[in-house]
C-alpha cells in the first residue's frame, strides 16, 4: 500500500513541478526584451508599432516572446520562412492581446504562402453537400493553424491606414474562437455584458448589411456583411489602422472593441 502513496505523491509532485516550470518559463519570456535588431525589423514591417505608447510598446516585446516561443511557422509551395515573416506576423498577432489577459491558448501552428491560395469550402444545404475551390489570402481554423499569403499579409501591415490587415482579420477569428465557436461574440473583458455588446454589434451590423445592399461607402469592408464572425474580424483592422474613421461612423463598435482590447488606439501618435 505505502508502494501506491509513494507512486501517488511522486507522480503529484512531478506534475506541481512541471507546473511551476512551465509558469517560470512563461515569466521569463514575458519579462525578456527583444534585440534592438528584433525591434528594427518589427518597426520597418508594421509600422502601426511605432505608434504605440511606451508602456505598450514593452509589454510587447514579452508577448512577441511567448508568441514565438510557442508557435510553428511552416512555408508553403517553396516559400522559405524567414526570421523578418516570423517577427512581422507575431507583432501583429500580439497587438490584439497586448493589453489584456486573452491568450491564443490552442495555436501552434502558422502555415504561409507566397501568395494567394487555394482553398475548398464545403456547403450544406439539407442533404445537399457541396465543394467549391476558392482563392484566399488568409484563412483561421478552429483552434488553429493560422494560414496566410505572405504578399498580402506583407502589403496590409505596410499600409496601416488603409484599414485592411488579413493578418489582423485573421487572428481576429482566432480571438473570437476563444468563447468556443467563431459568430462575432469573443470573450468579454472585465465589465463588458453581453447585453451591451448585442446591442452595439447587432444594430451595426444591420446598419451595415443596408449600407452594403444599397453600395454606400463604408469605413467597415463590405466584406463584414456576409456575417456576425466576418463583421467582428473587419472591424478589428478598422479599429487599429483607421480608429478615428470608425469611431466617427459606428462609435458603438469602437466602445466595445476598446473595451475588449484595453486599447484607445485615437490618443496613440
Known amino acids: 500500500m505505502w508502494i501506491f502513496f509513494a507512486l501517488v505523491l511522486f507522480i503529484a509532485g512531478f506534475?506541481?513541478?512541471?507546473?511551476?516550470?512551465?509558469?517560470q518559463a512563461r515569466k521569463a519570456l514575458l519579462s525578456t526584451p527583444l534585440t534592438p535588431e528584433q525591434r528594427a525589423v518589427i518597426e520597418a514591417q508594421v509600422p502601426l508599432v511605432r505608434r504605440l505608447p511606451p508602456d505598450l510598446r514593452a509589454g510587447l516585446d514579452g508577448k512577441v516572446n511567448l508568441f514565438l516561443n510557442q508557435v510553428r511557422f511552416f512555408g508553403c509551395d517553396g516559400l522559405e520562412v524567414t526570421e523578418e515573416m516570423r517577427l512581422a506576423i507575431a507583432a501583429q498577432?500580439?497587438?490584439?492581446?497586448?493589453?489584456?489577459?486573452?491568450?491564443?491558448?490552442?495555436?501552434?501552428?502558422?502555415?504561409?504562402?507566397?501568395?494567394?491560395?487555394?482553398?475548398?469550402?464545403?456547403?450544406?444545404?439539407?442533404y445537399v453537400v457541396s465543394e467549391k475551390e476558392i482563392?484566399?489570402?488568409?484563412?483561421?481554423?478552429?483552434?488553429?493553424?493560422?494560414?496566410l499569403s505572405w504578399s498580402h499579409s506583407r502589403q496590409g501591415a505596410l499600409d496601416d491606414h488603409d484599414g485592411q490587415n488579413v493578418v489582423l482579420h485573421e487572428f481576429a477569428h482566432q480571438i473570437d474562437d476563444l468563447s468556443g465557436g467563431t459568430n462575432g461574440v469573443p470573450?468579454?473583458?472585465?465589465?463588458?455584458?453581453?447585453a451591451e455588446w448585442e446591442r452595439a454589434f447587432l444594430a451595426a451590423y444591420d446598419a451595415h448589411v443596408q449600407s452594403v445592399e444599397k453600395g454606400r461607402h463604408t469605413v467597415i469592408d463590405p466584406y463584414g456583411a456576409v456575417g456576425h464572425e466576418e463583421f467582428f474580424a473587419v472591424s478589428v483592422e478598422v479599429f487599429f489602422e483607421r480608429p478615428r474613421a470608425l469611431k466617427s461612423e459606428a462609435p458603438g463598435i469602437y466602445e466595445q472593441l476598446a473595451k475588449l482590447f484595453r486599447l484607445d488606439p485615437v490618443t496613440w501618435n
Open 15 to 23: 506534475f506541481t513541478y512541471r507546473h511551476w516550470a512551465k509558469t
Open 93 to 126: 498577432a500580439c497587438l490584439l492581446i497586448i493589453n489584456n489577459t486573452l491568450w491564443y491558448d490552442h495555436l501552434t501552428t502558422i502555415l504561409i504562402y507566397p501568395n494567394a491560395f487555394k482553398s475548398r469550402q464545403r456547403r450544406q444545404d439539407g
Open 135 to 147: 482563392i484566399r489570402t488568409g484563412e483561421s481554423w478552429d483552434r488553429g493553424p493560422v494560414i
Open 187 to 194: 470573450i468579454l473583458s472585465q465589465g463588458q455584458t453581453f
